[in-house]
């Protein structure tokens, strides 16, 4: 998904109190994210922005918000940081913070990048009494709805595979005599989809996966924005900063061709 393993550490009070971290001022930390993970929460505001697809990792396939089509390299992020686009994937908006399960219990606790600007400079972790401050406890009640919604997400994801509807995505990109066709996409066959059974229809409703399934068709004609940023037709616009509420912040045919100047 990333270009890099980036390296986190848990947010404890032994290690953090006195500490303090910066918020980012834009998002140069995204600038090698070709692909973000989307979850199902975001797909009102990330469908009409962003082409969605499907990745297969890990033996699954997994819901991402394509960024650029040449890998380790986010054309959604100006040289500025600023953010190009119009929707920016949540994955985004609690940077550097990521929740991660304990080896011991698998009960998800808060983790900080390592490199995300821990110091004596910025906002506190902890208040005078030892508790989350209640800029960092949104954070994580955010990133907690989140992994909820995440793990919802993969299950209507797979359930779409199970039925046989995911197929890759024959992308081609044109630029001048360069002619590539960039792998690893997938997206929902509509023929497959249309020919379903009503049987296998009713179980990807029951799984929530139909809304995924519509918005990543919807959202296929997107792809075309990457061809939009190379000619500096997108006008960039400033970077957003943390949500303030989870409210804030949820709330084509098979021979594509991109081409570019």
């Known amino acids: 998904m990333t270009s890099t393993t980036p390296q986190f550490t848990a947010v404890t009070r032994e290690r953090h109190t006195g500490r303090k971290w910066q918020r980012p001022s834009g998002y140069g930390f995204a600038a090698k994210d070709a692909?973000?993970?989307?979850?199902?929460?975001?797909?009102?505001?990330?469908?009409p922005a962003l082409p969605l697809a499907f990745l297969h990792e890990g033996g699954r396939f997994v819901l991402v918000a394509v960024l650029s089509?040449?890998?380790g390299h986010n054309m959604l992020v100006g040289?500025?940081?600023?953010?190009?686009?119009?929707?920016?994937?949540?994955?985004?908006?609690?940077?550097?913070?990521?929740?991660?399960?304990?080896?011991?219990?698998?009960?998800?606790?808060?983790?900080?990048?390592?490199?995300?600007?821990v110091g004596n400079a910025g906002?506190?972790?902890?208040?005078?009494?030892?508790?989350l401050t209640p800029r960092v406890k949104k954070i994580f009640d955010f990133l907690s709805e989140y992994e909820r919604n995440r793990q919802a997400t993969d299950v209507a994801v797979s359930a779409l595979a199970e039925a046989g509807v995911i197929r890759p995505w024959p992308i081609r990109i044109e630029a001048g005599n360069d002619k590539r066709k960039p792998a690893g996409l997938h997206r929902i066959d509509?023929?497959?989809?249309?020919a379903l059974s009503d049987d296998v229809f009713v179980k990807l409703r029951k799984n929530l996966a139909l809304p995924i399934a519509y918005a990543q068709m919807l959202s296929a004609a997107h792809i075309n924005v990457?061809?939009?940023?190379?000619?500096?037709q997108l006008r960039p616009k400033p970077a957003a900063g943390f949500p303030e509420s989870l409210d804030g912040l949820f709330g084509m045919s098979s021979g594509d061709t991109i081409k570019f100047p």
């Open 35 to 47: 692909l973000a993970p989307i979850v199902g929460a975001e797909l009102a505001r990330a469908a």
């Open 123 to 131: 906002e506190d972790f902890f208040d005078q009494k030892n508790n």
């Open 190 to 194: 509509e023929a497959a989809f249309n």
């Open 69 to 71: 089509l040449t890998p």
């Open 226 to 232: 990457f061809e939009q940023l190379a000619r500096g």
């Open 79 to 117: 040289a500025d940081g600023r953010w190009l686009g119009y929707y920016i994937p949540a994955c985004f908006r609690s940077y550097p913070f990521r929740l991660f399960p304990t080896k011991e219990t698998g009960r998800l606790v808060l983790c900080i990048e390592a490199d995300g600007g």
